[in-house]
């Protein structure tokens, strides 16, 4: 394990990102440490470090995504937006990280960089990037959309407000990639039933998130637990169940029902 820390080269290699950063100039990032309250500024400084640190595995996982795509010789505008998603990703990271200094800086954090992305096990090259694909683009980005939303309404700043605006604008097409990617690609029945238990899986893996990264007040972007409602649950089914469906892919009752009780659980 290694400390999580991010560095920036600068010059032409920081301006190549400017292309992304544009809008992001009248955020007033003093602005946050007038408008923090003092009893939430902990809770959320571990909170925007862990999010650099998810924004920048999420980028992993792109990278991952468009060299399966690659190998699995899906079109090539869907590879392309796979790899600037990885820019996205490192925009968002920083955009995170900037939240978190200036609420007084990050919090340590141990990470493993060799594990970024846990690796496919499908067989071939086609089962093995539509599995990251559902992973990463149908069920993670799909949800961490009502999650952010979330934050945004209880967030109290309008600086982080303005920050999670910025980022919800590119997650949208993120999720949608899986979607394109899985109406291209011919799987057979087998394929889609392996699908089904990734996509259960990992469904399953958000009430974990639940249990360890909720706080007890809601605010500059701390995960509310108390007024938690039932947006996320309707995701999982619109967003992510539902579709996924429709596509020959169906999630185990059984995966849905852990994370029902879950955010039930957070929600008393
Ligand atoms: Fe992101
Ligand atoms: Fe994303």
Known sequence: MTEFALEAMGGLWSKRLDKRRAGTE???????????????????????TRSAFSEYASGAAFAQIATHMLAARAPIDLIAAAGDFVGD??????????VAMSLGGALSLEVNFEKLVRPPEGEGALLRAAELVVRSCCVGESLTVPILKQSRRAAGSRTIEAVISRILRDEAQHSELGWWFLDWAALTDTDRAHLATVAGTTIRSFSVLFGRECAANEGLGTLPCASFDGTFLDAVSHDV????????????????EDLRSAVATTAE
């Open 89 to 98: 990703e490192m925009f968002h990271a920083e955009l995170a990280s900037r």
């Open 241 to 256: 169940v539902e579709p996924l469906a429709k596509r020959g892919i169906v999630v185990a009752e059984a995966d849905i």
């Open 26 to 48: 009248d955020i007033h990032w003093d602005e946050i440490a007038r408008e923090a309250t003092p009893d939430l500024v902990v809770a959320a400084r571990e909170v925007w």
